[in-house]
């Protein structure tokens, strides 16, 4: 039971819950997106997160880690690692923890952003199709991106600076989400009806559990228990406060109203904006990065559903446009004192600013088009979505064959044995012509 | 006999129950409704989407009587549900055919209120 | 005076609200219900139970109307409710002896659609 | 034709529906009301607030039929829901003076039970 | 990356864990109370604990920190880390963690503490108004209370032993809340209707959950993996079990029926008994601390609501009494042989009790005088809360234009541009006079 | 605030945490099984994982405790921790972390235990005797088992492995589930109708915070930071992964629909099949014995409804059957170069199957006798289950007084003082004979 000599117990035991706490977020986005959406549609909904938990546990075990953090190329890492070979007890180079808990870590990561896409298509994809996005872009798209920024490769080699996922978690899923929305298309009575999250309980508990889950994300990016990961875990605090200040301020300036559903996209903003800067902002800052990044994820929340892109649960407004807030603000306000590894152009460092501003074009695109070409793919195989008939039922009976609430009344006893009398009660009224 | 409809305030459902217990109103039904009359509309907000609510929740009572009893109900409806705002609600008398206590099978006045009498 | 009953599917709800307003009839309640009809039973499974789920739901609209009224709010539903497929559901039209409106207890046609006429 | 609505215990629900189908009839739309007859009232408490529970859960049927067919449909719901203790709710049988499916706008009788006749 | 010299890995991050624990127990004190009110007013409730978590984290690290925890006077600390200022990675002055995690540490305390006294004022309060409550009550009564028990206030000097907060968290929470449902008075329709819980799984989730965030609570509150924290965190398993089984016999007793709401309440009282005696008194007495602490709170919760007092959701009965009779058990039986500190009266040390006693009389009369002030302050600025009108119609609605559980009939979808259109088609019908 | 000398911080820091995240795994439980539950007994189903929380506490450090982990005889343990004597900070032999510690590592693993067999008899027991039946079981049951595998007792001595419980939780509970189902019998309307889990979304959070938790139990059954705790941790992330993507495939083939309920199910069952293993199996063994052990448990519990058994929640599906296909995986598949303690028959060493097989013998053997007769015991001085009238009014009204979802309606308040005029208003309508 004794752990190789460079292992540092505190360390470990930091990045043990670390690595649980962000295994939660996936259930917790499960809940927060089945809060969201009809009633008729909620596991489903919740079970594309469970999905992700599944497919994308194996197949990042499989070859997603050893894509993204064996060595490699600029653009991909290599298959050293495939199937866990060699990831044992004995740290990474000048890591403190086992090299087994640091693919454990990881893994979350990839599991929760893979999730998170589904936001851009529930109510009327498909569930087969989307198992199989979520193989696709575990393998094709996480990896790479993670890649970039921390396995060694062409960002990372530049000095772009990530601290726990603007680039591969937040942007990614985010641009991707809006490929998604594009490839899979709307949801029938989207823009003709009102379409209502059905239970804003699971909203607010499901961002509780979210930024709870956030600091083992931020907070477990410095990899132990060393200045950065404070740094990282307060600012994780005081960040998404800050973003919840500003939005109650535009909504009260709106129409005199703070939202609750406003209040929990507000604290996932706000975690989202300072994921990429955690450990590179002073506190100060990342308060005032928390109350920025508020503003554009705001109005594009307001602005579109105006429009016919119906990516429904605005993982580009929360994600996508937050992390890129995130990443480009660490170019301006990065600040050695604090982060001991850079400063940013108000500290005198304009060259991080222009890595900065290379990750902010290069991974949307990558993201987004990584994604359309796996949909479309996909498309070319099985239908992406369900039929009108189907969507208009719901996907929780026609996909999975359950409700959400049942209660029971109606519902006849089938049993293996009496399937053909059951047939013959369930006869449906002969119908008139 | 009549079957008489009422849809109340939800507030006011408790107080319903009580005028309706005074006037030895025994048997009724309630339910949940939504409304939609002469109250304004709300808006509420959902992240970007905007909607007009136009139902208002409202509680209808089911009460089956006999003729005699017919008015004693609609005054004890009218006590226990008016608060003199727009959406107090509307009450509807509609003529009852039949009335069978599942129990006993027995049928008609014996079924309604007043029980027993 | 009639009472108006239609059980209409939930999705098609709105549209009949909007047709019932087109129509001028503005008094309505509405309520979920669970129906059986001409649909297929659909089949679900809880671990080791398999049900056939016999029920449908939806929508069930109640309106009182004065005898003018009656026939454009049956058209109006027929208008907002139906697609054609098994399930649009049922209209069904009750005698209404009485109608009266709680907040000033005014009665008959006056608490009716249409309101003001 | 006849209005049939009967309030039955949740419980019987399933077996009401089961008699139903046995008498071949077939339209039927369910809801959930609560009631208040015959039954001791339940006495509950949340932390110092006691209250006294005066409705019961029921299920409420409503089914439109043929004149030929009310006789049927009474003895299957009496046979469905009777369990012979207080509470096992009662029956209403209301004029019904129009039925209308929306599906086809077809009336009267062809949209009633039985549907094939 | 490296940690200062004095910064203990193994205390830092059983640190880091204790204050994510902390601040989950906020949005699960928002489920807690939110199953506690109608459905009309769920979200209303949940989101009185949002605004703690928006507004008193800023305020904190803006002021309040320092006035608890910087050099001042017996009665208040200054202002020497206003706005963080010198709050950075080098421990406090005999501490083994960063001060950045102390500090944000201490602001989930002060969050909760802030969330707490909604449910004096739950159904009726105007959200703005509790809004600038939790500003001014956050600076001007928590952090001074703080003082006096951990930042070197009059209290500590005296050697008043307070171990995770039953003076500036349990009796400040529940004195303000007697204060705040004073000041606000009842619900229109209390003591007139039947208010019931309209989902009492959400309490009894919430208590599970707080319970869990308690470890951090009070396990956290010895700043380390030290002795007093072993015994703190065991004691929180312990006495709010023996709560538990009292309160168990005292429902059956009463009306032979174990109440579910009382459990959760059980839960929570067992909680706040120990929190201020955690880590001062042996497992055996921690136990006979929490089957004690059952009865006054059990006793106050059935007689209150007996009372033209709407104290709605029982703050004072739960935390304040709650947290008294912990303090108080500490002068008894504190044992210097588990707590290496001091011993209680039992042990010999009657000082002790002396000293306790003192926090017992002032610190109520603070909360209650300063909370009271507040309000009234406030009421003078706005309407402290909304019209009968509103109130019958349910505070979702009025104060957040929301439901917690919308099904989407009757919504009819506003655009923007059509704002004209709608509004005809929504017209009301005319009323007759 | 030292720690004992060789108390280490890291290892104390993560088993404070450990515990924490097994302790919310019983109103996780509780969650997860409430939904499973018709919403007239949510309450009851909860709270008999409550109950847990409150008796087993105190009957565990009573004597449940001494029992299992003081010196004995092969079969049980004895008296000397009685009521936590000698139960303080210095660690055990052996060991890093207080004592106490250590302690509450173990209580929470009997809580949970005894929780899980109430999945057996849930909708009709009676909560008296439910708690009357865990006090008991708590006692006589669960620390023997403990004893054997972990105390010293007779299946240690000969060298059965079992990292987390696959012999005192997992087999215990499902067997006895076993025992209780037959003891209480069936409820009424079993088989006759249909009886349907009334909230799906609480069976899916509920079985994501299981799983949390869950790294919890695994990860801290190696009592600190070492390797055996970071594979049992790691393994606990793939193995149940595995598990739902056979489960998916298996639902799929079965009639191409992947359910939710089976999903939450498949997670669950993954956790405990790793469970006894965790420390033990190398990943990629791991991950085929998630696989594995799905294909068994989803089988019963496909044909146990079709059983006249109403082991409702099937407890010894996902648990027993699980639980014990982990503890001979062992045999075939432990791997001392991962494990450093002992390889199974395929690297070699057929002893350990035959000792992983004697614990398969005997558990199930003395959970189900031992269950069987206490419950015949109880049957003796009380009635075990409701009357039938009281099942179809629901446990919730019968057992607790109260309703989970209540909306107020029909509620007419009840003061002490009027207790008189109530009883008037109440009184029922005279029944016609
Ligand atoms: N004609 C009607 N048919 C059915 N229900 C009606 C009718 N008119 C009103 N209602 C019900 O009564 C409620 C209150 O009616 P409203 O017109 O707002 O109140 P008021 O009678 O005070 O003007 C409505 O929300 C609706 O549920
Ligand atoms: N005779 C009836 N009485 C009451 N409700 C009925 C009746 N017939 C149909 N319904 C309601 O109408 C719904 C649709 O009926 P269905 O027969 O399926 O459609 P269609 O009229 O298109 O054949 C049913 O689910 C049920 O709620
Ligand atoms: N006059 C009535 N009008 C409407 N509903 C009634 C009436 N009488 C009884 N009910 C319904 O029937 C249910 C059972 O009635 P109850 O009088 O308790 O039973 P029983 O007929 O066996 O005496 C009630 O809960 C209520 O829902």
Redesign the interface.
């Known amino acids: 039971?004794?752990?190789?000599a460079q292992?540092?117990?505190?360390?470990?035991?930091?990045m043990?819950?670390a690595?649980?706490?962000v295994?939660?977020m996936?259930?917790?986005l499960?809940?927060f997106y089945?809060g969201f959406v009809?009633?008729k549609n909620?596991?489903?909904t919740?079970?594309m997160s469970?999905?992700a938990?599944?497919?994308v546990?194996?197949s990042f075990?499989a070859v997603g880690y050893s894509l993204a953090f064996s060595d490699g190329n600029g653009f991909i890492g290599g298959l050293d690692h495939a199937?866990?070979r060699d990831?044992g007890?004995t740290p990474r180079e000048g890591m403190t923890i086992?090299h087994?808990?640091f693919?454990?870590y990881q893994?979350?990561f990839c599991i929760i952003t893979a999730a998170l896409i589904s936001g851009a298509v529930v109510e009327r994809m498909r569930?087969?199709a989307f198992?199989l996005f979520l193989l696709v872009w575990s393998v094709a798209v996480y990896p790479v991106l993670a890649h970039w920024v921390w396995g060694g490769g062409w960002l990372q080699e530049r000095g772009t600076l990530d601290f726990a996922g603007g680039v591969p978690v937040e942007m990614a899923s985010g641009f991707s989400a809006l490929a998604a929305a594009l490839v899979v298309r709307a949801r029938k009575?989207y823009?003709?009806?009102?379409?209502?999250?059905?239970?804003?309980?699971?909203i607010?508990?499901g961002?509780?559990?979210l930024?709870?889950g956030w600091?083992?994300f931020n907070?477990g990016s410095?990899f132990?228990?060393?200045?950065?990961?404070?740094?990282a875990?307060?600012n994780t605090?005081?960040a998404?406060?800050?973003t919840?200040?500003v939005w109650?301020t535009l909504d009260?300036l709106r129409?005199r109203?703070?939202?609750?559903?406003?209040?929990?996209?507000a604290?996932v903003v706000g975690c989202v904006a300072i994921t990429p800067a955690a450990g590179f902002l002073s506190?100060?800052f990342a308060?005032l990065l928390g109350a920025v990044a508020a503003v554009p994820s705001y109005f594009i929340?307001?602005?579109?559903?105006?429009t016919r892109l119906d990516e429904t649960l605005?993982v580009l407004a929360a994600h996508g446009t937050a992390g890129l807030v995130g990443i480009l603000f660490i170019g301006f306000f990065a600040q050695a004192s604090w982060n001991?590894v850079s400063d940013g152009l108000v500290f005198g460092n304009a060259g991080q600013l222009a890595d900065q501003a290379l990750a902010v074009l290069a991974t949307p695109a990558y993201a987004f088009f990584g994604t359309f070409a796996i949909l479309k793919g996909i498309g070319l195989l099985m239908p992406l979505r369900t039929s009108e008939?189907e969507e208009?039922l719901g996907l929780?009976?026609v996909?999975?064959?359950?409700?959400?609430?049942?209660?029971?009344?109606?519902?006849?006893?089938?049993?293996?044995?009496d399937g053909a009398r059951?047939a013959e009660?369930?006869q449906?009224?002969?119908?008139?012509p | 006999m009549k079957l008489v409809i009422a849809i109340v305030r939800p507030e006011r459902a408790n107080d319903v129950l009580a005028a309706l217990h005074h006037a030895d109103v025994r048997g009724v039904s309630i339910s949940r409704v939504q409304g939609h009359g002469g109250e304004l509309e709300r808006v509420e907000t959902y992240r970007g989407t905007t909607v007009a609510m136009s139902l208002n929740d409202k509680v209808r009572f089911e009460i089956a009587v006999s003729d005699d009893f017919c008015d004693p109900t609609i005054d004890a409806l009218l006590e226990g549900a008016r608060t003199g705002e727009v959406g107090d609600g509307k009450i509807f008398v509609v003529p009852l055919e039949r009335a069978i206590r599942i129990r006993t099978g027995e049928a008609d006045e014996a079924a309604v209120t007043p029980v027993a009498g």
């Open positions: 039971m004794l752990a190789a292992v540092n117990a505190g360390d470990t035991a930091w043990l819950v690595t649980a706490l295994l939660l996936t259930p917790a499960g809940l089945a009809r009633s909620t596991l489903n919740f079970m469970v999905a938990l599944a497919v546990t194996v075990a199937f866990l990831v007890f086992p087994l808990l693919f454990a893994a979350t569930f087969p198992l009575d823009g003709r009806q009102a379409l209502l999250p059905h239970n804003a309980v699971f607010l508990l961002a509780g559990l930024w709870f600091f083992g907070g410095g132990g228990v060393g200045n950065a990961s404070i740094l875990f307060t605090l005081l998404p406060a800050a919840l200040v109650f009260q129409d109203k703070v939202t609750a559903v406003g209040a929990a996209t604290i506190p100060g308060m929340i307001l602005w579109r559903p105006r605005d001991g008939h208009s929780d009976v996909e999975h064959g359950e409700e959400a609430y049942a209660t029971g009344e109606g519902a006849i006893l089938l049993t293996q044995e059951a009660v369930l449906p009224v002969p119908v008139v």
